[in-house]
C-alpha cells in the first residue's frame, strides 16, 4: 500500500514539475516573442526614417536636375534665337544689296535701250549709204564693161584662168625642184644615219649550231653514262628531249636536238652527273629537274638584265621571262636575243636621229621577235602572235604596230613601225650575220628563179648575191618598158607574200633589144 502511494506521489509530482516547466517555458516564449516584436518596431522606424531620408535626397536631386535642364534649354534657345537673328540681318542684308543691283540693272537697261536706239538710226544711215555705193558701184561696172567690151563674169574668168596656168607652171617647176633637192638629201642623210647607227651598235656575230659537244675526262665515263643495257641513257634522252650520241669521238659526247633550251639542260645534268660521279635512272631524274628548274631562273635573270642594260622599265614579268627565252633561240644560226638587243639599239638610234622616241623605239626592236619564244607552237605569223603577246600584256600602241607590221603582215600606223622594220633587216642582212642549211638555201634559190619563170616573156632568171638579188631577162619583142615595170612589181609582192628569207631581196628585170647583122 504505501509503495502505490509512493508511485502516486512521483506521478503527482512529475506532474507538478511538468506543469512549472511548461508555465516557466511559457513565460521565456513570451518574453522573447515582446523581445522580436520590439526590435521589429525599432528596425521599422529606423527603416521609416532611413526611407525618408532618402526620399529628402532624391527629391533635392531632382530639384537640381530640373534647374540645370531648365538652365541648359534657356541657354539653347537664346543661342537659337541669336542665330536666328544674325540670319535676319544677313537677309536683311542681301535683300539691300539685290535691291541696289536691281536699281543698277534698272539704269544700265535704260542706257542701253538708249544705245539700242543710237546704233538703229546709226544702222539706217548706213544703209542708205550703202545703197547709194551700190547704185554708184553698179554704175562703175557698167561703164567698165561698155569700155572693155566684155561682161564683169568674163573678166573674172579670164583672170583666173591666167593665174591659174602660171601658178601650175610655177608650182610644177618648184615640186621639180623640191623632190629633187628632197632625194639627194634625203639619201645623204638616210646612208648618214643607217650607217651611224650601224657604228654605234656593231656586234659580233655568233653563228648557233644544233648540236652540242660534251667533253670527257677519260672514256671510261662512257661506259656509266650509258648504263646496263643502255637504261641510263634512255632515262637521260627520256627526259630531256635531246638525243645522246655515243660514238668513237674520243673522250667526247655529242647532244643533238633542235631546241637550244633542251640542249643546254642535258649538257649541264651531263656535266653534274660526271662531277658527282652517281649515275643512275633515279640519280638522273633528280639532277635533271634541278638543272630545268635552274635554266628558268637564268631565263629570267637574262630578261630582267637585258631590259636593265637596255634602260627599258615596267615591263610585264612573262614578257621580261620570254626575252630571256630569246638567249636559247637562234634564227637561221643569229642568236635571237643578240639579235633582238642590236634591233632595239639600232631602232633607238634611227629614233633620236630622226626626232622619234627612242624609248618607245627600243622597246619595240627588243620585241619584235617575242612571237618566236612561245611555249607552245602558234598557227600563226610570229608577227602577229608577238602582236598579240604585246596587246595582252598592255604594251603601247605603237609598239605593238611595230611588231606586227615588220614583216607587212599588218598596216603601219606610226613611224617607229618602218624603223624597226628596216633595223631588223640591217641586222640580219649584214655579212655573215645569218647562216642557212645548204638544203633550204639552195632550194629558196631554185624557188626563186622558178617563181619568176611562171611570168609570160621571161627568158632566163638568175638568182646572184647569195640570193639577195633576182635578175630577170626578158625577151623584147614580147615585153615593153611598161609591162618590164609591171612584172618587176608583181615578181617582188608574190616573193614578199610567199617567202620567207633573211633581209630583203632585190628584183631586177632587164630587157635589151639587140640589133645584129652580117657584113658579107
Known amino acids: 500500500m504505501i509503495a502505490v502511494y509512493i508511485i502516486i506521489g512521483i506521478i503527482v509530482g512529475a506532474a507538478a514539475g511538468i506543469l512549472v516547466a511548461t508555465k516557466i517555458m511559457s513565460e521565456k516564449l513570451l518574453a522573447k516573442s515582446q523581445q522580436t516584436l520590439h526590435n521589429a518596431e525599432a528596425a521599422l522606424k529606423d527603416a521609416e526614417e532611413k526611407g525618408e531620408v532618402i526620399k529628402k535626397e532624391k527629391i533635392l536631386q531632382a530639384k537640381e536636375k530640373f534647374l540645370q535642364m531648365k538652365s541648359e534649354h534657356d541657354k539653347h ?8 537673328r544674325e540670319q535676319e540681318n544677313k537677309l536683311k542684308q542681301r535683300e539691300n544689296t539685290l535691291n541696289q543691283k536691281v536699281g543698277d540693272l534698272q539704269k544700265k537697261s535704260d542706257e542701253l535701250k538708249q544705245v539700242s536706239e543710237n546704233l538703229n538710226n546709226q544702222i539706217e544711215v548706213l544703209r542708205k549709204r550703202q545703197a547709194e555705193v551700190e547704185k554708184v558701184y553698179a554704175e562703175s561696172i557698167e561703164k567698165l564693161e561698155h569700155i572693155a567690151g566684155m561682161t564683169a563674169d568674163e573678166a573674172k574668168d579670164h583672170l583666173i584662168e591666167m593665174m591659174t596656168e602660171e601658178a601650175k607652171s610655177e608650182a610644177a617647176t618648184t615640186i621639180m625642184d623640191i623632190v629633187e633637192e628632197a632625194k639627194i638629201t634625203a639619201n645623204e642623210q638616210a646612208k648618214k644615219i643607217v650607217v651611224q647607227s650601224i657604228q654605234r651598235t ?11 659537244v660534251f667533253n670527257l675526262e677519260n672514256e671510261e665515263v662512257k661506259g656509266r653514262i650509258i648504263g646496263r643495257e643502255g637504261r641510263n641513257i634512255r632515262a637521260l634522252e627520256s627526259l630531256t628531249g635531246v638525243e645522246v650520241i655515243i660514238d668513237d669521238s674520243p673522250d667526247a659526247i655529242i647532244l643533238s636536238g633542235f631546241d637550244p633550251v633542251r640542249r ?32 628558268e631562273q637564268e631565263i629570267a635573270e637574262v630578261g630582267k638584265r637585258t631590259c636593265i642594260d637596255l634602260g627599258i622599265n615596267n615591263m610585264n614579268h612573262e614578257l621580261m621571262r620570254m626575252v630571256g627565252r630569246m638567249k636559247y633561240r637562234s634564227s637561221y644560226g643569229q642568236n635571237l636575243l643578240q639579235h633582238s638587243r642590236e634591233v632595239a639599239n639600232l631602232a633607238a638610234t634611227m629614233a633620236s636621229e630622226l626626232g622619234l622616241n627612242p624609248k618607245l623605239a627600243k622597246r619595240a626592236g627588243l620585241l619584235h621577235d617575242i612571237g618566236k619564244v612561245p611555249e607552245t607552237e ?9 602582236m598579240k603577246l604585246a596587246e595582252k600584256y598592255k604594251e603601247h600602241p605603237d609598239v605593238c604596230n611595230a611588231i606586227g607590221s615588220h614583216h607587212d603582215e599588218t598596216e603601219m600606223t606610226s613611224l617607229i613601225a618602218p624603223i624597226i622594220q628596216v633595223c631588223d633587216a640591217i641586222s640580219g642582212a649584214r655579212p655573215g650575220a645569218r647562216r642557212e642549211v645548204v638544203e633550204a638555201y639552195i632550194n629558196r634559190l ?19 648575191q647569195a640570193g639577195r638579188e633576182l635578175r630577170v631577162i626578158v625577151g623584147a619583142e614580147k615585153v615593153n618598158d611598161a609591162e618590164a615595170t609591171k612584172l618587176s612589181y608583181d615578181l617582188s609582192r608574190q616573193i614578199q607574200n610567199e617567202m620567207t628569207y633573211p633581209g630583203q631581196i632585190k628584183v631586177t628585170v632587164i630587157r635589151e633589144t639587140r640589133a645584129v647583122n652580117y657584113a658579107k
Do not use: C, W
Not at 656593231?202 to 652540242?212: G, K, L, M, P, Q
Not at 602558234?378 to 608577238?386: Q, R, S
Open 202 to 212: 656593231a656586234t659580233e656575230t655568233a653563228v648557233e649550231n644544233t648540236v652540242s
Open 264 to 295: 643546254e639542260i642535258a649538257r649541264l645534268s651531263l656535266h653534274k652527273l660526271v662531277t658527282d660521279g652517281r649515275i643512275h635512272p633515279a640519280r638522273i631524274e633528280e639532277v635533271v629537274a634541278k638543272t630545268r628548274k635552274q635554266i
Open 77 to 84: 534657345v537664346n543661342e537659337r534665337n541669336a542665330a536666328i
Open 378 to 386: 602558234p598557227e600563226m605569223p610570229h608577227a602577229i602572235f608577238g
Open 446 to 464: 631554185k624557188k626563186l628563179e622558178d617563181m619568176a619563170m611562171t611570168y609570160p616573156g621571161v627568158v632566163k632568171t638568175y638568182a646572184i
